[in-house]
């Protein structure tokens, strides 16, 4: 063992044995962005054997706020400008950067062979994918989420039986604001990303209390948690999400220059009035408290619909949901919503 380590190792609860514990470890991270850069970059430093990093998104100048690792001019994408920072910081662990977005016909070869997952990103979509596919796979997963000034953490041990997400959120919710919707406070990001870490590092070397089937809950303005033990309400079965037929976010998503473009038989917004207080000619307003029931009394079979909300993020959420209901709905989402328009 090198004296990379002795700061920790001088621990009596860690020691040599608990190093080599992190050493052997196999964790992969979910979302490089203002959770999963700074929850690596701790988890590197302190000797976790190897790190996968999923992420097929890049920079952007709107996110640096709170992403301070990465440069917006830099070619790479998020996992591979965190890669090589991770390698240059710790030079002894292995890495590896998947420079592609985590969907139901890769989660299951990327996921192979982990000891652990963190959930470090920032749509529902995707977390119940991470979700289903670690209750499947029988894989620890630590939940993190951030918005505004608050912060939530568990840590999902996913024995047979046990909770999971679905006993919090048994659907993922469009009518959720993301960070580019509601905002963020960059140091409450930052210290959820502590708190994720903190309980990866205290579970894979068997110390302390870390939030096993409990939620921390973080608020950034007084510095205050609690964590509150979370009960099994999700009694259904959870389903392989690589069993089931699936529409990938390629599919789902748009790119266009104009929020009206051809083609579609109805353009809906999910923008309140504050957001967007005159709708383009065309355009309909769905309801902020029950966008999915609205969308489904509009929408007719085989019908060809766009959506669009402020980042593009909910809209892909409600896209996804609509089109499980009912396959033959050909409903796409407006890839980076208002603030992607060129």
Not at 57 to 65: A, I, Q, T, V, Y
Not at 102 to 110: G, I
Not at 229 to 245: M, N, S
Not at 309 to 330: E, H, I, M
């Amino acid at each position: 063992m090198t004296d990379r380590y002795q700061r920790q190792t001088v621990l009596p609860e860690i020691g040599a044995g608990g190093q080599a514990r992190l050493t052997a470890a196999r964790v992969v991270i979910i979302g490089c962005g203002g959770l999963g850069s700074p929850a690596a970059a701790y988890l590197a430093g302190a000797g976790v054997g190897q790190l996968r990093l999923i992420d097929g998104d890049r920079p952007h100048r709107s996110n640096l706020h709170r992403q301070v690792f990465f440069d917006p001019n830099h070619p790479g994408t998020k996992a591979r400008q965190l890669a090589d920072h991770l390698s240059s910081l710790n030079p002894e662990i292995k890495i590896d950067a998947v420079e592609q977005y985590l969907e139901a016909d890769n989660v299951r070869q990327l996921l192979a062979g982990a000891g652990l997952v963190l959930d470090c990103t920032d749509d529902a979509r995707t977390k119940h994918l991470i979700n289903d596919a670690c209750v499947t796979l029988r894989i620890p997963l630590v939940y993190a989420a951030a918005q505004g000034y608050a912060g939530y953490v568990a840590l999902f041990p996913n024995e047979p039986g046990g909770i999971h997400l679905r006993d919090l959120y048994p659907e993922p919710d469009p009518n959720l604001p993301d960070c580019a919707t509601a905002g963020v406070l960059p140091t409450a990001v930052g210290i959820v990303a502590m708190l994720q870490a903190n309980a990866v590092l205290c579970y894979l070397l068997g110390i302390g209390d870390p939030p096993v089937d409990r939620l921390i809950t973080y608020h950034a303005l007084d510095n205050t948690q609690h964590r509150v033990r979370l009960r099994k309400t999700y009694l259904d079965t959870v389903r392989p999400p690589w069993q089931d037929r699936t529409v990938d976010r390629g599919e789902l998503e748009v790119t266009s220059a104009t929020l009206t473009p051809p083609g579609y038989d109805g353009i809906y917004s999910m923008l309140d009035e504050r957001r967007e207080p005159d709708l383009p000619p065309g355009v309909v307003r769905l309801s902020d408290r029950n966008p999915f029931g609205h969308c489904r009394e509009l929408m007719r079979p085989g019908g060809r619909y766009l959506l669009y909300c402020n980042s593009g993020k909910l809209s892909l959420v409600l896209a996804a949901q609509l089109r499980k209901t009912d396959p033959s709905l050909q409903v796409v989402s407006l890839r980076g919503g208002i603030l992607g328009l060129s």
